[in-house]
C-alpha cells in the first residue's frame, strides 16, 4: 500500500495520509515528481508505458517519475523515482516547473537531471515500462509533439523544457 501526505492548494502539510487507489477529498492535493534525463551528450531519455498502465498505456513520457511517499522530501521523491524506473541514479536535480492541477489535485515538481552513464545502462521497471528511446535534441520538439508521447507529460514538459534547449 502507498501512502502519501496530503497537502492543501497552497502546499502546506495537512497531517493527513492519502491511501494510493482511494479518492482524494475534496481540497487535499498530493505530490508528482517528473524527471527529465538528459545524458552528458545532449540526447533524451523517453520511456514507454506499460501496456496495462491506465492513463496511456503503450505511449512514451519524457520522464521518470510518481507519488512523493509519506514522509519523503520531494527531491528525494524525485530520485529515487528516477533510480527505480530507469536505474539510473543521479544525486543532482535542477527545478524546472511547479504546477498545480485542481483538476488531479495533485501539485507536480518537474526537474531536470544529467547523467553521462552508457546509454544502454537504463533498466526498464516491472510492470512500469516496456521499452527507452534516446530522443537527440533536435528531434526533441516533434516527438513530445507526436502521438507517441502521453497527453499530461507532453503539455508540462513541452511548456516547461524549452529554456534549457537554448
Known sequence: MEIWDAYDQKLNKLGVDLVRGEEI????????????????V?????????????????????????SVYKGESIE????????EETGIAVDKLIPI???????????YFG???ETNQSKDSVVLQET??????????????????????IDGNK??????IQDILR
Do not use: C
Open 128 to 149: 512500469e515500462t516496456i521499452d527507452y528511446r534516446w530522443i537527440d535534441v533536435e528531434d526533441l520538439e516533434a516527438f513530445i509533439k507526436s502521438g507517441e508521447v
Open 25 to 40: 477529498p475534496e481540497g487535499h492535493y498530493h505530490i508528482v515528481v517528473e524527471v527529465v534525463l538528459r545524458h552528458s
Open 97 to 107: 516547473y511547479q504546477l498545480t492541477s485542481d483538476q488531479n489535485k495533485t501539485h
Open 155 to 160: 503539455e508540462r514538459v513541452w511548456l516547461n
Open 76 to 83: 528525494s521523491g524525485a530520485i529515487r523515482e528516477l533510480a
Open 42 to 66: 545532449g540526447s533524451f531519455l523517453a520511456m514507454q508505458r506499460d501496456w496495462n498502465k491506465r492513463g496511456g498505456p503503450g505511449l512514451f513520457e519524457i520522464t521518470a517519475g510518481g
Open 111 to 113: 526537474y531536470l537531471a
